[in-house]
């Protein structure tokens, strides 16, 4: 869940941003399938390189760099975006300091 002084923000793509500790990724072929603990919420990443993006998150300075990092093309970079403040905005991923 997003932490009181970050839930009024909004999604920023400059952040840097991480999985939630209450939550399990699982690879598949399609993508992977992942579990919030806390919400008791079942999700799809639906492609390996969302997986990317979002497994890479820790180690970058900001989602920017991540999708940068998993070489996503520049015309899915909105649907990207789009798909990661879902995931923010329902605690799969959050921002961290």
């Known amino acids: 869940m997003p ?36 919400t008791r919420k079942l999700s799809f990443l639906k492609t390996p390189q969302l997986v990317a993006v979002v497994s890479g998150l820790e ?13 996503v093309e520049e015309t899915q970079r909105p649907a990207y975006l789009r798909a990661l403040a879902g995931l923010a905005a329902n605690g799969t991923i959050e921002e961290r300091s």
Do not use: K, W
């Not at 999985?19 to 579990?35: D, H, N, T």
């Not at 970058?60 to 940068?68: G, L």
């Open 3 to 38: 932490t009181s002084d970050t839930a009024g923000r909004g999604f920023d793509p400059d952040l840097p941003y991480r999985c939630s500790p209450q939550v399990a990724v699982r690879p598949e072929p399609f993508g992977a399938l992942v579990y919030h603990f806390g």
């Open 59 to 71: 180690q970058h300075d900001s989602v920017n760099a991540a999708i940068d990092a998993a070489a």
